[in-house]
């Protein structure tokens, strides 16, 4: 018997956590299974997608946008044509969203991963038969944290320290600042970035941190705001007049002593200057992610007219 494919919700929660245990060797996608599925990202909510045999379900899905946020299917209910019906019906909700690309997994503010494992090469195969082309590259960075000695509350102390001889405070945000925070953030550098970091501040401990200075924030750095519970680091900034005194750092330093405390490593998403986080941590391992996407098979005169 076929499957079905029908709305996910949220007493699926469990089932679902399940599917993709079972279903994603690469990425922790379980521990992080109702942001992926049901979180909203700075653009909406997602479609959550249910295939079930005999009311078992057996795969998830979620789109939000022209991504694919997450797609899985238990490896018991493989080569039935269950992920294809998935695809198909992200795909539909994209295409009736009038985008005319889309892409797996790199939603920017809620994303599982960067982009596709280079290293899940069967997925990655699935997806060309189906018409999807390598169109970009992303790196994460794996910092060990057991018995790290670059990151330590004696090290945190130490670069606070030489931050406050330079008239810096290093500190945990408070929430009655957020929203300023958040503004500030908005202005200096866009994006994703508000949403992350009220993510972030918004578990407990608060995760993101800032560097003050007269009253002002010169710059922030966060834990948890993407893929919450897996102890990522980022986003984090600083302003362009307080660059080169050693709030990054001390920043970075304070955020991985939070997630020491509770895993064994982090990863540093998406990430801008590789030389500073080699500097401030040591030897990094690394994760490649390729970024996959796909044209509208629709032809132009078919195309509703946003699309055109
Ligand atoms: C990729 C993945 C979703 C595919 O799921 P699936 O249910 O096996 O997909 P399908 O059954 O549609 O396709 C698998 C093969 O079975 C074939 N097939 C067999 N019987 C079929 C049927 N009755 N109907 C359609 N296709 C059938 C398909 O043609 C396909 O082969 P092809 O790629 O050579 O064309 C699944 O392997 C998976 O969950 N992978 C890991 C998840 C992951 O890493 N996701 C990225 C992070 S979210």
């Known amino acids: 018997m076929g499957a079905t494919i029908d709305a996910l919700t949220a007493d699926d929660l469990p089932a679902a956590r399940a599917v993709l245990a079972d279903a994603c060797r690469f990425d922790r996608a379980a521990d992080v299974a109702e942001e992926k599925l049901f979180g909203a990202s700075p653009r909406g909510q997602p479609l959550a997608l249910a295939a079930r045999v005999d009311g078992a379900l057996v795969g998830v899905a979620a789109a939000s946008c022209d991504r694919v946020r997450v797609l899985a299917v238990a490896p018991a209910a493989r080569g039935r044509g269950v992920g ?16 005319r690309r889309v892409r797996v997994l790199d939603e920017p503010g809620n994303y599982l991963a960067p982009g596709i494992d280079v290293d ?4 990655i195969a699935w997806l060309g038969r189906r018409g999807y082309v390598r169109r970009d590259e992303h790196e994460n960075l794996v910092v060990d944290l057991r018995d790290n000695p670059r990151v330590s509350a004696a090290r945190a102390a130490e670069l606070a320290d030489a931050c406050a001889a330079r008239g810096y405070a290093i500190r945990r945000a408070q929430l009655d600042e957020l929203d300023a925070i958040s503004a500030h953030v908005s202005i200096g550098f866009g994006g994703a970035w508000p949403f992350e970091i009220e993510r972030a501040a918004t578990r407990t401990p608060c995760g993101l941190f800032v560097a003050e200075r007269d009253g002002r924030v010169a710059a922030f750095a966060a834990h948890d705001g993407n893929n919450r519970g ?6 984090a900034g ?13 920043l970075l330093i304070a955020c991985l002593v939070d997630v020491a405390a509770v895993h064994a490593r982090s990863e540093i998403a998406w990430i801008g200057p590789r030389e500073f986080y080699t500097r401030a941590l040591g030897p990094l391992g690394t994760r490649k992610f390729a970024v996959l996407t796909r044209e509208t098979p629709h032809r132009r005169a078919t195309l509703p007219p946003a699309m055109r």
Do not use: I, K, M, Y
């Not at 897996?230 to 986003?235: E, M, R, S």
């Not at 600083?238 to 001390?250: D, K, S, V």
């Open 84 to 99: 294809s019906a998935l695809l198909t019906a992200c795909e539909q909700h994209v295409w009736a969203g009038a985008h």
């Open 120 to 123: 899940n090469v069967d997925t």
């Open 230 to 235: 897996l102890g990522w680091f980022g986003p």
């Open 238 to 250: 600083t302003w362009p007049e307080h660059r080169g005194q050693g709030l990054g750092e001390a």
